[in-house]
């Protein structure tokens, strides 16, 4: 059993979901090869902007329905995170796309305060696993990868997803911590990250990646634009968990 990611690293466009969605989908459609999921990077509409008045939609919105039509078009799932207006709140959500349309969602639980985004945004308090292809999925932001409480794998999933704003000044710690969070957990964990310069005059260098359960290498960590593809094989995970039962003494704990 596999499961065949793409990863979109690229340049995003400053508080400009149509540009953004236009750019994205040049890339989407751009290759040819069949996957089952495809991840973009954290707020792929707008950027890392703690301004989310000028671009939050609502799950009616726009950019929800261009994920839909893209899903169902490439037959595959896709997820990445974007700013949402609910209840006259601000969320950063992840949206997981099924191929049929069926939305699943995850609200950014560690709002990174450096930058004021707990000012704006509220967190989320729910982790999520999705079930797709015969893999169980836990899809997180950014941040809360700096977090490995909330992380640690008590649901036996198979695949971490970070989808991230990281900025190069901090992007040995990216390296680090996934790698990390890929070894406690026993699980592949996915990076992935955009380039180029926000109007913040922050510096992104990517670095997507795919680390496996051992912590070695199925794509090192990349710093140009591009999609970038690799395959997980569910069967190899588990050979090695079940040789290599470190889960099994982990400690219990109950997050408050």
Same mark, same amino acid.
């Given at each position: 059993?596999?499961?065949?990611?793409?990863?979109?690293?690229?340049?995003?466009?400053?508080?400009?979901?149509?540009?953004?969605?236009?750019? #994205?989908?040049?890339?989407?459609t751009g290759f040819m090869e069949e996957v089952?999921?495809?991840?973009?990077?954290?707020?792929?509409?707008?950027?890392?902007?703690?301004?989310?008045?000028?671009?939050?939609?609502?799950?009616?919105?726009?950019?929800?329905?261009? #994920?839909?039509? =893209?899903?169902?078009?490439?037959?595959?799932?896709?997820?990445?995170?974007?700013?949402?207006?609910?209840?006259?709140?601000?969320?950063?959500? =992840?949206?997981?796309?099924?191929?049929?349309?069926?939305?699943?969602?995850?609200?950014?639980?560690?709002?990174?305060?450096?930058? &004021?985004?707990?000012?704006?945004?509220?967190?989320?308090?729910?982790? =999520?696993?999705?079930?797709?292809?015969?893999?169980?999925?836990?899809?997180?932001?950014?941040?809360?990868?700096?977090?490995?409480?909330?992380?640690?794998?008590?649901? @036996?999933? @198979?695949?971490?997803?970070?989808?991230?704003?990281?900025?190069?000044?901090?992007?040995?710690?990216?390296?680090?911590?996934?790698?990390?969070?890929?070894?406690?957990?026993?699980?592949?964990?996915?990076?992935?990250?955009?380039? &180029?310069?926000?109007?913040?005059?922050?510096?992104?260098?990517?670095?997507?990646?795919?680390?496996?359960?051992?912590g070695n290498y199925l794509?090192?960590?990349?710093?140009?634009? &591009?999609?970038?593809?690799?395959?997980? @094989?569910?069967?190899? =995970?588990?050979?090695?968990?079940?040789?290599?039962?470190?889960?099994?003494?982990?400690?219990?704990?109950?997050?408050?």
């Amino acid at each position: 059993m596999s499961l065949k990611i793409a990863l979109v690293q690229t340049n995003l466009i400053w508080e400009n979901p149509i540009e953004n969605r236009s750019h #994205l989908a040049q890339k989407i459609t751009g290759f040819m090869e069949e996957v089952d999921l495809i991840v973009l990077p954290e707020m792929f509409s707008s950027g890392f902007t703690m301004n989310p008045k000028a671009v939050a939609e609502t799950m009616n919105g726009e950019t929800i329905a261009w #994920l839909q039509h =893209l899903a169902k078009a490439k037959d595959c799932a896709i997820t990445g995170s974007l700013v949402i207006e609910e209840n006259g709140k601000y969320y950063n959500r =992840l949206v997981f796309v099924y191929p049929n349309g069926e939305l699943k969602t995850y609200d950014k639980r560690h709002l990174f305060t450096l930058a &004021g985004e707990d000012k704006v945004y509220t967190a989320g308090k729910e982790k =999520l696993i999705i079930e797709y292809k015969g893999f169980r999925i836990c899809p997180l932001i950014c941040y809360d990868l700096r977090f490995p409480v909330f992380a640690r794998n008590v649901e @036996d999933y @198979d695949v971490l997803i970070y989808v991230a704003n990281w900025p190069k000044p901090r992007i040995n710690a990216w390296d680090i911590l996934l790698k990390a969070r890929a070894v406690e957990n026993m699980s592949y964990a996915i990076g992935v990250n955009r380039i &180029g310069m926000d109007e913040n005059e922050l510096e992104y260098v990517g670095h997507s990646q795919a680390v496996d359960f051992l912590g070695n290498y199925l794509l090192e960590a990349q710093e140009t634009d &591009g999609v970038f593809i690799v395959e997980l @094989d569910k069967e190899k =995970l588990l050979e090695t968990r079940s040789k290599l039962a470190f889960l099994k003494d982990k400690d219990s704990f109950k997050l408050l």
